[in-house]
């Protein structure tokens, strides 16, 4: 029996006196795509950030990589998961190469090694950014990016990484429609990867996912496999509004129609 | 826009010379001028042992301790205020900004009231200083050490504003003190508001001050790579593997000692801390590792050149060496912003 790689056994998170998530039991194993699901407000964000263990869970507790989480240091957390966050701080002006490459900070004794570690690393950048499809901006200001090429950046310095865990905060919601279909099909390719992403995108979320998890803020949840859990019933039920499929050539589409859910 | 891009070797070697020629010039500058050569011999006869009175050598003695603290205090505040613009990655912040001045000045302004002497003047302005860090990190707290991504954005701007107000109270109570201040006391005092290194006389002392400013600029280095990934919020940098709470512990001690130390030599010298690292930034970009030590280099320079001018300009008057760091600084501040 594998361990998984990340296990939640019962965790609660509260945002002040509400409770988002209530005693939350799921297995995560290697090469699983999670996404989370569920209305605004609904503790995608803050559960994002328990699993990644910069936010202390209200209860309960996290396995990573069949230790706990607390028992990691902060060094080892780095190797094991990156996030990409939806919002980024840039006060200063700085390439989006070395924006890219800064993440392998875990790394940089291998820089301390000389040139041929910093030639690595910055091979490693820059593909990273041309996976994103970002080649073209890695002598450009972070500071003058557009907000979708920001995203890819950051998306690039997550890769760069190189952790087997990768924790997406709403990946694509600054994305144009190709690179929305282009950001996940390049993080799909990555097999040995897991990811666990918070998605507003249903179809996005359908296509991407092997794994969902349904939050409806109230503290209650749905965990499965996509299949099982992405049906018009439950995502009527969770976003109080009527959504149906209809089928577009070979794929079948979410719809939200906007009347009350029947 | 391009990123600036000076080769950072280059730019600390341009640095390292500029801040020799600055020292150069003090030595031989002032109410009295002496030749390069004349200084050489002095220094080879102190070397040497040779105890000749000569004119170079007295001036030597004289005004080498005092250009060594310049360099020290200058050195110190760009440090600190490079630390605490990236701390609080705000481009605004320097420790004059953030009240660190003020308290300093506060707790001064109270010893040459009561007529304490030199020393006791320096230690209360560094202990104000001290004070002046303590309130305000006290009070921000929890916007600067908790790691909530909300709070990553709004965190800034309310320490800002927490030291913004810091700084009001204390210009309030050193309106208040100039006020009721005896007349024979006034002119000491506003010469050390406006920063001042007449006092600076002893080798000992000078010494020490730059071996502490060089001591201060190593441990701020080795967190140098840490607080570029900082700059980028803490959540970022923690998931990246900062330990992001013991770094900004380790490099506000850095500062508010680098702080304590500049003010208890100079008085209120300000405007280095805030120009020196923007200057810099401008010529080879945001990496700390070259930041923060061309910043220490430009501010040594700065207060250097300035102090020597203070002495030389209108000699046998001085000038107050805080005022003439913006006097200098600003035009070539604003000229840097204008360029495209």
Redesign the interface.
Known sequence: MNVPLLACHGVDVRYGERWLVRSLHIEIAAGERWVLVGPNGAGKTSLLFVLAGVRMADGGTIDLAGQPMAKWSVESLAGLRALVADHWIDPFATSVLDTVIAARYRMRGAVRAGKRADQHAEAVGRQCLAVMDCAGLADRDVRFLSRGERQRVALAAALAQETPLVLLDEPISHQDPRHQFQVLQQLDLRSDCTYIGALHDINAAARFATHALLLSGDGSWQAGESSNVLTNANLSQLFDTKITQIEVGSHRVFVATGAAPS | ????RLPAATALRILVAGALLALLAALRFGSVGVSSGALLQALLDIVQGRDEPSLAATLLALRLPRALTAMAVGGLLALSGALLQALL???LADPYVLGVSGGASCAAMLAIATGLGAAAIALCAAGGALAALSLLFLLAHRALFA???AL??GRDSAILLTGVMIASLCAAALSLALAVAPDGKLRTMVFWLLGDLGGAVNPGMAGLAVAGWLLLLFIGQRDA??L??M???D??A??????TTQVRRRLIAVTALATGTAVALAGAVGFVGFVAPHLV?RFV???HRVVLPAASLLGAILVLLADTIGRSIAAPLQLPVGALTALVGVPVFIWQLQRP
């Open positions: 826009m391009e990123l600036p990655r705000n481009p790691r909530d991504a990553d954005q790579g840490a570029n990934l700059l980028g919020g959540l970022q923690y998931t990246q593997g900062v330990p930034r970009g945001s990496n």
